[in-house]
């Protein structure tokens, strides 16, 4: 927890648990991602390339594609 | 691929169409929020709105295309997000988009070249990790992979364009 981290009460814990998994569930996303319940998020049914360089999600081609003009 | 005074055009296009406002957004007052005010291209301050989207504090946000903005990751009150929501024109907060990228807090975030943003550095929870990893950010909105970081990783910075 950083320095500034506020300390929450159990039941503060509890509530945000709560509200974090049902925004995660209803968030905007490309409609072929695919929910993790591990994860409580929604995520791309492929990974991106695992190179360091920024990628972007494709919904047409369903693919990760150069974010434009980036010196790749 | 442009020459010198097309991009000085592009350039002209952009300032002309940004509206000139700004927002601040989130934030922790006890509990976390989804509050915003939006700034006049005056200064003045506006009142209170509650956004529809989730609550986050320790996040970063700045303007993309010529004339939107963009929130991103943070803190929900359970863990670190990647969580983003766009800002309109007209300075409206939209719900949460899913995120792309590391999740984390503390971080930066600037806009770049002429239309597009970039999210860089930050930590998790517990800064037990600290990153120097950006995210780029398109004209239209949409956040990047993670790019190799460069430079120290740290949380508690600040960005801007110049």
Do not use: C
Not at chain 1, 36 to 56: I, R, V
Not at chain 2, 27 to 40: C, F, K, P, R
Not at chain 2, 51 to 67: C, M
Request: charged fraction near 10%; proline fraction near 5%; glycine fraction near 12%.
């Amino acid at each position: 927890m950083t320095p500034m981290m506020p300390v929450l009460t159990p039941e503060q814990l509890a509530e945000y648990e709560i509200e974090t998994r049902a925004n995660a569930l209803t968030a905007h996303h490309p409609a072929s991602w695919l929910w993790s319940e591990a994860d409580l998020t929604w995520a791309a049914p492929t990974p991106p390339p695992n190179d360091g360089l920024p990628y972007l999600w494709d919904e047409p081609s369903v693919a990760w594609v150069h974010f434009p003009d980036y010196p790749y | 691929m442009f020459s010198a005074s097309f991009k000085q055009f592009l350039t002209f296009v952009a300032s002309t169409v940004a509206t000139g406002q700004a927002i601040f957004g989130f934030g922790y007052v006890g509990i976390y929020v989804a509050i915003t005010n939006l700034v006049s291209n005056t200064g003045v301050v506006s009142t209170n709105t509650y956004g529809a989207g989730g609550v986050r504090a320790y996040l970063a946000a700045a303007g993309y295309g010529t004339d939107k903005a963009i929130f991103g990751y943070g803190v929900d009150g359970v863990s670190v997000v990647s969580m983003t929501n766009l800002v309109s024109n007209t300075g409206v907060v939209s719900t949460d988009t899913t995120g792309v990228g590391t999740a984390r807090s503390g971080l930066a975030a600037a806009g770049y070249g002429t239309d597009k943003a970039i999210f860089g550095y930050g930590g998790d929870y517990s800064l037990t990790n600290l990153y120097s990893l950006t995210n780029l950010v398109s004209n239209t909105g949409v956040v990047a992979t993670d790019t190799t970081g460069v430079g120290q990783a740290r949380s508690g910075l600040a960005a801007a364009g110049f």
